[in-house]
């Protein structure tokens, strides 16, 4: 079944089904702990942001393998919120509107969730590249490269930023990183010329920040963000702007409506 003949709600449910599988039906602490902190909850913008990038180039994709493209970045994804809700980084006792992992079922348990969601992806990304080839094991590595850079973002952010400038660097590994990889990942797997994966890198870092941004503006007690340097107003426009910017690559770039629509969509959106 090829990507193109998949509407966005297949694709989600397909995901949904793909993550169920590969947590699996243990009943470990370790089990149930990835479990409730992935399934459901979460509006799976990442799975998305592969998905729109493997139907933008004009080329087509097998959806199999975007799935499970999809669901390794969200494993990675879920593993970055469980650990950056712990007592050492923004110590949060909840999460999608209940208690984060670590208050559910301990603080030892929430570092090795975190680390088997992780450990997960890699297992999945590794039997994708085994049963899809080559051309899989390339996608997979812009997710695992998206990776890195979001833990170093994380100790930007840990080390603290002083200008707009740290902040947009922080932002563009901590947040953008992830949505970026995913884009590349996906447009990989439909086998995009170099120019295209570029493209759509520089498409995605910009709704990355914007992402970012808008859940600054949303989250109005947090000190530790630009929206504090530079003021709400200043904040909407660089919103704004980098929305902008995304668009504009879509335009020369990129053929139909569906990326536009994506990163308006997610400059608007609420918590
Ligand atoms: C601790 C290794 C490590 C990394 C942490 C991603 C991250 C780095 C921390 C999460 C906290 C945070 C505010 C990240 C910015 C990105 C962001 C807005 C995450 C929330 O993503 P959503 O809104 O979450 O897509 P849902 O719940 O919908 O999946």
């Known amino acids: 079944m090829k990507i193109s003949s998949i509407n966005k709600t297949e694709f989600l449910a397909m995901v949904e089904q793909s993550l169920k599988n590969a947590i699996g039906y243990?009943?470990?602490?370790?089990?149930?702990?990835?479990r409730y902190a992935t399934l459901d909850g979460g509006k799976r913008v990442r799975p998305l942001c592969v998905y729109y990038g493997a139907r933008a180039t004009g080329r087509d994709a097998e959806a199999d393998?975007?799935?499970?493209?999809?669901?390794?970045?969200?494993?990675i994804h879920n593993y970055s919120l469980v650990h950056d809700d712990l007592p050492a980084m923004d110590n949060d006792d909840y999460r999608r509107g209940k208690l984060s992992v670590h208050k559910k079922f301990g603080h030892a348990?929430?570092?090795?969730?975190?680390?088997?969601?992780?450990t997960l992806?890699?297992?999945?990304?590794?039997?994708?590249a085994r049963a899809y080839g080559s051309h899989f094991a390339r996608a997979a590595q812009e997710i695992t490269i998206a990776a890195k850079r979001m833990v170093q973002g994380q100790?930007?952010?840990?080390?603290?930023?002083?200008?707009?400038?740290?902040?947009?660097?922080?932002?563009?590994?901590?947040t953008a990183a992830l949505i970026a990889g995913a884009f590349t990942a996906g447009a990989i797997c439909a086998e995009a010329d170099y120019?295209?994966?570029?493209?759509?890198?520089?498409?995605?870092?910009?709704?990355?920040i914007a992402f970012q941004l808008a859940d600054d503006?949303?989250?109005?007690?947090?000190?530790?963000?630009?929206?504090?340097?530079i003021?709400?107003?200043?904040?909407?426009?660089?919103?704004?702007?980098?929305?902008?910017?995304?668009?504009?690559?879509?335009?020369?770039?990129?053929?139909?409506?569906?990326?536009?629509?994506?990163?308006?969509a997610l400059a608007v959106r609420e918590k």
């Not at 503006?217 to 340097?229: A, K």
């Open 155 to 174: 100790a930007i952010d840990l080390c603290g930023c002083q200008s707009e400038e740290d902040y947009l660097d922080m932002y563009s590994q901590k």
């Open 26 to 34: 243990g009943n470990f602490v370790i089990d149930e702990g990835m």
């Open 109 to 118: 348990n929430g570092i090795l969730i975190g680390d088997q969601l992780l």
């Open 195 to 208: 120019e295209q994966v570029e493209k759509i890198g520089e498409y995605a870092e910009n709704i990355g």
């Open 231 to 264: 003021g709400e107003e200043a904040a909407k426009d660089l919103l704004l702007q980098k929305t902008e910017k995304a668009c504009a690559i879509v335009r020369e770039y990129f053929v139909g409506e569906e990326l536009s629509a994506f990163a308006k």
């Open 65 to 75: 393998e975007v799935v499970c493209l999809a669901v390794a970045i969200e494993l």
């Open 217 to 229: 503006l949303l989250d109005e007690g947090n000190e530790n963000s630009v929206v504090t340097l």
């Open 121 to 128: 992806a890699s297992c999945v990304l590794l039997d994708g």
